[in-house]
Nanobody, 122 residues
Framework: VQLQASGGGLVQVGGSLRLSCTAS????????IGWFRQAPGMEHEGILC????????DYGDSVEGRFTISRDTAKNTVYLQMNSLKPEDTGVYYC????????????????WGKGTQVTVSS
């Protein structure tokens, strides 16, 4: 299983970005795909996850409804739409897959992509 995250970059406060996570070696109707982020010196923080059935899990309230997750099964790609970005959203964003199709915390995810950097400037 390989995951390729892309779409990160430098954006100003209040701006938007859409991240993509393309999976290979597994299909989206088999695996759950979650988005996590890591700020310097911090642990992985869960954002949103979408299960094999398309059910969305919100790991917490850190993004306060500003982010949404979606998927395109034909492209085997999961998206993270990020709006109203804040400086505290800065970090490396990772997508991770769980082979049983369930959304677990970071420790429970089986496969990780390399991450894409998001920097929000004020």
């Amino acid at each position: 299983v390989q995951l390729q995250a892309s779409g990160g970059g430098l954006v100003q406060v209040g701006g938007s970005l859409r991240l993509s996570c393309t999976a290979s070696g597994v299909t989206l109707d088999e695996a759950a795909i979650g988005w996590f982020r890591q700020a310097p010196g911090m642990e992985h923080e869960g954002i949103l996850c979408i299960s094999d059935s398309g059910r969305v899990t919100d790991y917490g309230d850190s993004v306060e409804g500003r982010f949404t997750i979606s998927r395109d099964t034909a492209k085997n790609t999961v998206y993270l739409q990020m709006n109203s970005l804040k400086p505290e959203d800065t970090g490396v964003y990772y997508c991770a897959a769980e082979g049983e199709g369930l959304c677990f915390s970071a420790d429970g995810m089986d496969h990780w992509g390399k991450g894409t950097q998001v920097t929000v400037s004020s």
